[in-house]
C-alpha cells in the first residue's frame, strides 16, 4: 500500500528484498567484526541516492556503527552521524546490511506502526470453522508449535458435535 502511495522509494524496497547486484566488490572491508557479506551489502547500499557516501562515511564512524552492530536490537539503537535521521524504511536497509538476522522483528515494528497489530499477529484458531471448511475426504492437519497441544478441544469439539 505504501509503495503504491509512492511512501516507499522504489529503490529502496527492490534493495530491502533482494539486496544489491551481487558483483565483486573492490572495496575491501574495513573492519575485522563486520562480515565480508555485510560489508558488501553495505557497499551496494551506498549505490542508491539515499545513501550515498554510507560507506565513506562507515568509514570514519566504525566505532559507532559497532555498538549497532553489537546491539541485542540495533534496529532501536542511534546511528551514527546524519544516518541517525533515517525513517522506517531506509533504516530497515541499513539494518538488511549490517544484521540481516535482526530484519524480521523490524519488518513487524514496521508492519505494527504502519498498518497495525492485526496483520503480524496470527489470528486464533478456530476448529469449528475449519471443520465447516473441511471435506470428509481431506484430512485437517494441526501444525503444532512447542507447548501447544489441540487435544483437548478437539474431544470437546467432537463431544459438541455428537451431541447436534
Known amino acids: 500500500m505504501m509503495k503504491h502511495e509512492k511512501k516507499i522509494d522504489d529503490s529502496e ?12 566488490n573492490p572495496n575491501t572491508n574495513p573492519s575485522a567484526w563486520l562480515p565480508t557479506k555485510s560489508w558488501d551489502e553495505m557497499c551496494r547500499l551506498d549505490s542508491l541516492p539515499n545513501f550515498k557516501d554510507i560507506r565513506k562515511q562507515f568509514l570514519s ?11 541485542v536490537e540495533p534496529y532501536n539503537e542511534k ?3 546524519q544516518w541517525n535521521d533515517l525513517k ?18 523490524m519488518v513487524q ?3 505494527r506502526k504502519h498498518i497495525g497489530t492485526k496483520y ?5 484458531f478456530d476448529l469449528a470453522k475449519s471443520y465447516g471448511d473441511s ?6 492437519i494441526f501444525v503444532l508449535s512447542p507447548g501447544s497441544d489441540p487435544m483437548t478441544a ?3 469439539f467432537a463431544d459438541d458435535m455428537v451431541k447436534k
Not at 17 to 24: A, F, P
Not at 120 to 124: D, F
Not at 135 to 140: A, D, E, R, T, V
Open 13 to 24: 524496497y527492490i534493495f530491502l528484498l533482494t539486496g544489491g547486484v551481487g558483483l565483486d
Open 135 to 140: 471435506f470428509n475426504i481431506s484430512p485437517l
Open 154 to 156: 478437539l474431544l470437546k
Open 120 to 124: 503480524i499477529e496470527p489470528p486464533p
Open 88 to 105: 522506517d524504511f531506509p533504516r530497515m536497509c541499513v539494518i538488511r546490511c549490517i544484521r540481516p538476522d535482526k530484519i524480521v522483528p
Open 79 to 81: 546511528f551514527p552521524g
Open 109 to 111: 515494528d514496521f508492519v
Open 61 to 71: 564512524q566504525k566505532d559507532a556503527w559497532k555498538v549497532v552492530y553489537d546491539s
